[in-house]
């Protein structure tokens, strides 16, 4: 496949995105470092997720190979999955700290 | 010998990153926080260095413009292997977990002596009884 | 035997190891100081420093201090052989050849070799695919083993029935089973609540999920992917479905069982198809598996039905090791 070619201030433009959004995923790992909450970790690590998917998109214009969109796809679904069992073994865990309480007044 | 360590940045860093793995491997005293380290460590030191041009299409093959792909290769035995290591690992941390009710590997080892200590007396003394009852 | 020769061949055993009584004579034994309990104790804390031998002094320093010098030293040297390791390391890699030039020594003829005729001798439009699967592939195979020596190792350690026997031998410790830490809980899956919306997606999405992981691993030649991407893919539709139907639907279909014949079966293939470049390959024979053009999908080989087998043993670990930590059961 031909190279899609770009201008110079498109270039610069995308540079400019990319790191960016390289500087706010720093951002969102502190916060799931520091957060107190368990639901501020969860939400930062969807958001480095999604971070990361635009990442890519906007890596796979500089360079010009359309390849790079495919692995978008999965590291979507990665993030989705990860979200999904985080939150239930938390409840799952929370209900069961509340039942042993019941059980133990 | 910093402005080669400045070119070489990612083998730096990765090499900075594993002797923070190594020093939390023996200073922690909680299990889990040792295997986050020692499975980026695994990764991390995969890598090799490729040239950062272009990567696998078909043919145009003659002309050397693609990134290296013996390190993919590699890096891809890294991740496997570093995935089924840090899942044993766990179940080892489940079961150590269990018996001895904590992960702190400073009461572990001191509930860990007191078990020796009394299987030893059982021992001695089931010698004790076992000549004489015969 | 009579009982006078019992008699003399026990107490012959009992003199030659010791054991039984020593003498005859009562009188003869004499009597131990008797040790009363709290009396003794004052008189050795009181005992004056100059009094005190040196094999005391030496055991009341350590019982003092020898806790804290130890952990202090042990935290220092280790700092230090951290620190002493980075620097060799980093001295190492001072040395290495500039990053990406193309006079290094990792940039040798093999590559060459691969990307030059690559191409034409696996048909895979992939170089990298092409390279862990035709030229590399006994690699690929020892990985997939490693991952399915990985599950059933973890399977052996966890599975519930197992665990359910093993009890704590030594009765001093018979009272960590009433606390409630150790009591498991129960699985995430049989939560009494049934969540509506994630039912709702997942009804929607794993459909989506699996025919997205078998296109990634379909093309595995052609685009980037191949068996691994894939079967992680496949495991995460499992464990979606096993996360919004309960534990009990998937297990319906995908069991201990299930898991362990698909894996070995995929290994066995795997095995078999790719043993035939030991007898090519030494003899120089052409072996007549058909490689086609390059960029249609039923082409290069083997490599196909080869991502297939990968995927699908990648997957079942997966969802294996997920249902392990969390059910105890598969």
């Known amino acids: 496949m031909p190279d899609i070619e770009i201008s110079n201030a498109e270039y610069y433009l995308l540079m400019f995105c990319a790191i960016f959004l390289s500087v706010s995923i720093f951002f969102c790992l502190f916060r799931s470092a520091l957060g107190p909450r368990f639901t501020d970790r969860v939400i930062a690590a969807n958001m480095i997720g999604t971070k990361i998917i635009a990442l890519i998109s906007v890596l796979s214009l500089v360079i010009g190979e359309d390849y790079l969109v495919d692995i978008c796809l999965i590291y979507a679904v990665i993030s989705f999955i990860a979200v999904v069992v985080l939150a239930r073994s938390v409840i799952s865990n929370k209900n069961y700290q509340d039942e042993l309480k019941e059980i133990d007044a | ?134 | 035997m009579n009982d006078g020769l019992k008699k003399f061949l026990l107490d012959f055993y009992n003199w030659v190891t010791g054991n039984g009584a020593r003498t005859e004579n009562e009188d003869a034994m004499t009597e131990l100081p008797p040790v009363l309990p709290f009396t003794m104790e004052p008189d050795k804390i009181q005992s004056r420093f100059h009094e005190k031998t040196l094999q005391e002094r030496r055991k009341d320093w350590i019982n003092l201090h020898g806790l804290s010098v130890f952990s202090i030293l042990y935290r220092s040297f280790s700092i230090i052989t951290c620190v002493v390791i980075v620097g060799l390391l980093l001295i190492t890699v001072s040395e290495l050849p500039p990053f990406g030039d193309e006079n290094n020594p990792a940039n040798n003829e093999v590559i060459d070799r691969y990307i030059k005729l690559g191409g034409n001798e696996t048909g895979a439009q992939n170089i990298v695919a092409g390279m862990i699967l035709d030229y590399r592939a006994f690699d690929t195979f020892g990985e997939s083993a490693v991952l399915f020596t990985g599950a059933v190792s973890v399977l052996m350690i966890l599975s519930a029935a197992r665990r359910k026997n093993d009890e704590p031998k030594n009765k001093l410790h018979s009272g960590f089973n009433d606390r409630n830490f150790l009591k498991r809980a129960p699985p995430i899956h049989e939560l009494k609540d049934d969540d509506a919306i994630l039912r709702g997606v997942a009804s929607l999405s794993i459909p989506a999920i699996i025919l997205m992981g078998c296109v990634v691993i379909i093309n595995g030649h052609l685009t980037p992917g191949g068996g691994f991407s894939g079967g992680a893919v496949l495991s995460t539709a499992l464990i979606l479905c096993a996360n919004a139907y309960g534990f009990k639907k998937v297990h319906e279909f995908f069991n201990e069982r299930t898991y362990i014949f698909s894996s070995s079966s995929a290994l066995l293939i795997y095995a078999l198809s790719k043993g035939y470049s030991f007898f090519t390959g030494a003899n120089h024979i052409e072996s007549g598996i058909p490689i086609g053009t390059i960029g249609n999908i039923f082409s290069a080989g083997l490599i196909l039905p080869l991502n297939i087998c990968v995927g699908i043993i990648v997957a079942g670990t997966l969802y294996g090791v997920y249902a392990l930590f969390s059910e105890g059961e598969i």
């Open chain 2, 1 to 134: 010998m910093i402005a080669k360590l400045l070119i070489n940045h990612y083998e730096a860093v990765a090499v900075i990153l594993s002797g923070i793995g190594l020093a939390n491997l023996l200073l922690q005293r909680n299990l889990i926080k040792v295997y986050l380290f020692l499975a980026a460590k695994g990764w991390v030191s995969e890598r090799a260095a490729p040239i950062l041009l272009k990567d696998g299409s078909e043919w145009v093959m003659d002309v050397d413009k693609y990134v290296n792909p013996i390190p993919a290769g590699l890096v891809l035995t890294g991740i496997v292997v570093s995935v089924s290591v840090t899942a044993f690992a766990l179940a080892l941390t489940l079961r150590f977990y269990e018996k001895y009710g904590s992960l702190n590997i400073d009461s572990a080892l001191s509930q860990m002596t007191k078990e020796q200590e009394i299987l030893e007396a059982e021992a001695a003394l089931k010698v004790d009884i076992g000549d004489n009852i015969s």
